[in-house]
């Protein structure tokens, strides 16, 4: 069956019956603290904190935030705090890493070291999970937020990874929307529409397994069935495409915080690639969209 909401994702977690561990690092920051917070009650995961510890007791203690029952670890740099975090996954002591207040580009980093991280098992790229406006459905988006200039082959591998994700969500044979500016070819001016076709095609090869890809497509086009139809449209993707799938990481990340700031979606957001799932909300995410990323990393542990 699949899910409707990422509230289900959720209660699919506490079926499993498994409670990972969560490093957090660095800690301090009141969304942070809340989302692990609503993790640990609700049961979906238990949270180990990294930080400095007088900013993330006075932080607590500012918004009536009970932590003390939480496992501590003094890091007051922020570095320091993600490679602590790391080195307890290393150690079998954590299963899921999440970013707190820091750049995705430092956790990336400690994480791709060869010698004190967490090798990747392929390309790492960025998925999103959000709940469809207007219907009972769940959405993915892929690369917001690790990949900023992929080429074709690259482009291939974030298109695995995010299907795999999809597939994990049981959305069978998804629906895959590789977007651009339009729907028709125009290179050199427009290279991502001949990359969205080449995927495409490979797609219809059998490239990514039992999925329908369709490329280049305009956002509205994507998403919109009364789009399509007015522009006479007539594809399986077309109006109702699960996964979109962006060029670049500029629109992608556009798109992403378009999602959160004006239309006030929550989403759920990890990395994917590393053995260990990697939590990665904007650091300007609500508590809400944190809690989900830890929701969905932790569904993915358990898959």
């Given at each position: 069956?699949?899910?409707?909401?990422?509230?289900?994702?959720?209660?699919?977690?506490?079926?499993?019956?498994?409670?990972?561990?969560?490093?957090?690092?660095?800690?301090?920051?009141?969304?942070?603290?809340?989302?692990?917070?609503?993790?640990?009650?609700?049961?979906?995961?238990?949270?180990?904190?990294?930080?400095?510890?007088?900013?993330?007791?006075?932080?607590?203690?500012?918004?009536?935030?009970?932590?003390?029952?939480?496992?501590?670890?003094?890091?007051?740099?922020?570095?320091?705090?993600?490679?602590?975090?790391?080195?307890?996954?290393?150690?079998?002591?954590?299963?899921?890493?999440?970013?707190?207040?820091?750049?995705?580009?430092?956790?990336?980093?400690?994480?791709?070291?060869?010698?004190?991280?967490?090798?990747?098992?392929?390309?790492?790229?960025?998925?999103?999970?959000?709940?469809?406006?207007?219907?009972?459905?769940?959405?993915?988006?892929?690369?917001?937020?690790?990949n900023i200039k992929p080429n074709l082959q690259r482009k291939?591998?974030?298109?695995?990874?995010?299907?795999?994700?999809?597939?994990?969500?049981?959305?069978?044979?998804?629906?895959?929307?590789?977007?651009?500016?339009?729907?028709?070819?125009?290179?050199?001016?427009?290279?991502?529409?001949?990359?969205?076709?080449?995927?495409?095609?490979?797609?219809?090869?059998?490239?990514?397994?039992?999925?329908?890809?369709?490329?280049?497509?305009?956002?509205?086009?994507?998403?919109?069935?009364?789009?399509?139809?007015?522009?006479?449209?007539?594809?399986?993707?077309?109006?109702?495409?699960?996964?979109?799938?962006?060029?670049?990481?500029?629109?992608?990340?556009?798109?992403?915080?378009?999602?959160?700031?004006?239309?006030?979606?929550?989403?759920?957001?990890?990395?994917?690639?590393s053995s260990v799932p990697i939590i990665v909300p904007s650091?300007?995410?609500?508590?809400?969209?944190?809690?989900?990323?830890?929701?969905?990393?932790?569904?993915?542990?358990?898959?």
């Amino acid at each position: 069956m699949s899910f409707r909401s990422l509230d289900d994702i959720a209660a699919s977690v506490l079926e499993g019956g498994s409670k990972p561990r969560v490093a957090i690092a660095p800690c301090g920051e009141e969304f942070v603290l809340r989302s692990a917070l609503e993790a640990h009650e609700i049961g979906v995961a238990e949270p180990v904190l990294i930080g400095d510890r007088d900013r993330v007791d006075a932080v607590a203690s500012k918004h009536g935030l009970n932590i003390s029952s939480f496992e501590f670890h003094e890091e007051s740099d922020p570095v320091a705090a993600v490679q602590k975090a790391i080195d307890l996954y290393r150690e079998g002591r954590v299963s899921l890493i999440m970013k707190g207040l820091v750049s995705t580009s430092i956790i990336l980093k400690a994480i791709l070291n060869k010698e004190t991280g967490v090798p990747p098992q392929g390309i790492m790229s960025h998925v999103s999970v959000f709940k469809a406006p207007r219907e009972d459905r769940l959405m993915l988006l892929t690369d917001a937020a690790v990949n900023i200039k992929p080429n074709l082959q690259r482009k291939a591998d974030i298109l695995r990874n995010a299907l795999d994700v999809a597939r994990k969500l049981n959305i069978d044979r998804p629906k895959t929307a590789i977007l651009a500016a339009t729907e028709n070819v125009n290179y050199p001016a427009m290279p991502a529409t001949l990359d969205a076709d080449i995927l495409a095609k490979m797609s219809s090869e059998g490239a990514f397994g039992d999925a329908i890809v369709a490329g280049p497509l305009a956002l509205d086009l994507a998403i919109s069935p009364r789009a399509a139809a007015c522009k006479g449209l007539d594809h399986p993707v077309a109006g109702c495409a699960d996964l979109l799938f962006t060029p670049e990481i500029e629109s992608g990340n556009i798109l992403y915080k378009t999602l959160t700031t004006i239309a006030d979606i929550p989403i759920a957001g990890v990395v994917v690639g590393s053995s260990v799932p990697i939590i990665v909300p904007s650091r300007g995410d609500s508590d809400r969209s944190k809690y989900y990323s830890i929701v969905l990393a932790s569904y993915l542990s358990q898959k």
